[in-house]
């Protein structure tokens, strides 16, 4: 593989892997945060840093601390955490749309004022990485575990705004599923999950714009079409007219999709969450809450799940329908756990099955982010077909967590490989296994790192 693409520095040897790992995270940190790539990704952005942090929590606790401190510094009054925080010393010209275009803070009083950031938030990582900090620190001195201590006692109440915030104003209804505005709130851009929603809107008088990505990857099939650009900047005219007030985005906005992973990754969040609340001493109707919240979330996605596809689907509350398409957001029931054992084999069959892992063409028995059984699928575009070791961590870590050792074994040892032949790269090729996108991506560094800490067995 080393000698296909000669260009790539790979990750080495198993043993250099950890190493690398940590090297990459130290080059692409700035101050108290981590750029999720060099040039690509000059800002801060919310679910990166929340993987960041978990991996940099098994190399540097002070810095996986710093990295979340920062990051709710700039949590808006809503509990919302945003999905970006401009940096004000990024480069000029680098990321598209920017803070001006985004223009929050003057258009909201909800957001901060003395930053910064985008309008919209990404999934809720955050108090996975708050307890693997906890649990890094935990037996070490005591000076360490106190310093742990301080800091859950003091982004518990950040966290735990944040978690009401999507369960109420993301849920108005009740579901336990979380209504996303934007497809760049899934972390998924361009997957084909959002296809029918983008495909229905009517985009209007849209303000002119010059993209900078694609100066940044050598072949703009990489990223999302330039008609996906147009359809993601309407979006954000949309919200902005509507000053970013949830009510009246919930009221007129074309684009209102439950996101099935963003609500499993809200279910494991808030298993964290509650014993977060335990060593923080928080109150027992907190924990009453939390323990709601799972419940309920754990319902709704069990309601989305499509007994013929054998996975889960997201919901278009405009359209009043499902989106039927098979990607890795299906496997939500398997992220937020607590499944019965006939639902654990229906996921795990679909996971084997042709339409995932089990793809015989697939370099490597790892899920590509769309099936290759779908129309939509394409091989090198983003979310629309390549396998990211960041969704093989999200598979590896529900899989222990489901009692699935072996399986979560083979998943790491195949996410490694991947590394270890093709560098820390954002994406890769799933025939081919050829690197793509940014060639040193943070959170794909950060998930090795937490991979080769924690074993199987106790994730
Ligand atoms: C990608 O999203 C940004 C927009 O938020 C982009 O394409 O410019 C996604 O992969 C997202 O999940 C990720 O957080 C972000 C930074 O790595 O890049």
Same mark, same amino acid.
């Given at each position: ?303 989305? &799940?499509?007994?013929?596809?054998? !996975? ?5 509350? %405009? @359209? +009043? =329908? *499902? $989106? #039927? ?62 396998? &990211?070791?960041?969704?093989?961590? !999200? ?5 222990? %967590? @489901? +009692? =699935? *050792? $072996? #399986? ?52």
């Amino acid at each position: 593989m080393e000698e296909q693409f000669p260009e790539r520095q790979a990750a080495g040897g198993l043993d250099r892997v950890n190493p690398l790992a940590a090297g990459v995270l130290r080059r692409n940190g700035i101050k108290s945060w981590t750029k999720p790539a060099p040039t690509l990704y000059p800002h801060q952005w919310s679910w990166d840093s929340a993987f960041i942090a978990l991996g940099l929590a098994h190399v540097d606790n002070r810095r996986a601390r710093d990295e979340l401190e920062s990051l709710f510094a700039n949590q808006w009054a809503t509990g919302k955490v945003p999905h970006i925080v401009f940096n004000p010393e990024a480069p000029p010209k680098s990321y598209f749309p920017d803070a001006e275009r985004w223009n929050s803070s003057a258009l909201s009083a909800d957001a901060p004022s003395g930053s910064h950031t985008s309008g919209l938030c990404q999934p809720p990582v955050h108090a996975i990485a708050v307890r693997r900090i906890w649990e890094t620190s935990r037996g070490k001195e005591e000076e360490r575990v106190e310093r742990a201590r301080r800091f859950l006692k003091a982004n518990y109440p950040r966290l735990f705004a944040w978690h009401r915030y999507l369960a109420t104003a993301r849920d108005p209804e009740g579901s336990g599923l979380v209504t996303i505005y934007h497809p760049w709130e899934s972390g998924t851009d361009n997957s084909p999950r959002w296809d029918p929603a983008l495909e229905a809107l009517q985009i209007g008088d849209l303000p002119p714009y010059t993209r900078y990505d694609l100066q940044h990857v050598t072949d703009p099939s990489h990223r999302p079409s330039d008609e996906e650009y147009d359809r993601y900047l309407w979006l954000l005219e949309l919200l902005k007219r509507e000053r970013y007030d949830e009510a009246e985005i919930y009221e007129a906005h074309p684009f209102l999709v439950k996101d099935v992973l963003s609500s499993a990754i809200l279910v494991a969040a808030n298993e964290a969450l509650v014993e977060i609340a335990r060593v923080v001493g928080a109150s027992e109707e907190d924990v009453a809450l939390i323990e709601g919240w799972i419940g309920r979330g754990r319902k709704g996605i069990e309601e989305q &799940w499509d007994p013929h596809l054998k !996975l889960c689907l997201d919901y278009d509350l %405009r @359209a +009043g =329908e *499902p $989106a #039927r398409v098979r990607t890795i957001a299906g496997f939500a029931p398997l992220i937020a756990g607590g499944l019965t054992d006939e639902r654990l084999k229906d996921v795990l069959k679909t996971l084997d099955s042709p339409a995932f892992a089990g793809n015989p063409k697939l370099h490597r028995p790892l899920p590509p982010s769309t099936s290759p059984e779908e129309e939509a699928f394409h091989p090198r575009s983003y979310w629309r077909g390549p396998v &990211w070791p960041v969704a093989n961590w !999200l598979l590896w870590w529900s899989l222990i %967590r @489901a +009692g =699935e *050792p $072996a #399986r979560a074994a083979q998943m790491r040892r195949e996410t490694i490989g991947q590394l270890t032949e093709g560098g820390f790269a954002e994406y890769f090729e799933p025939f081919t296994g050829e690197p793509l996108g940014s060639h040193e991506q943070s959170w794909t560094a950060a998930v090795a790192l937490d991979m080769l800490a924690v074993e199987s067995r106790s994730a």
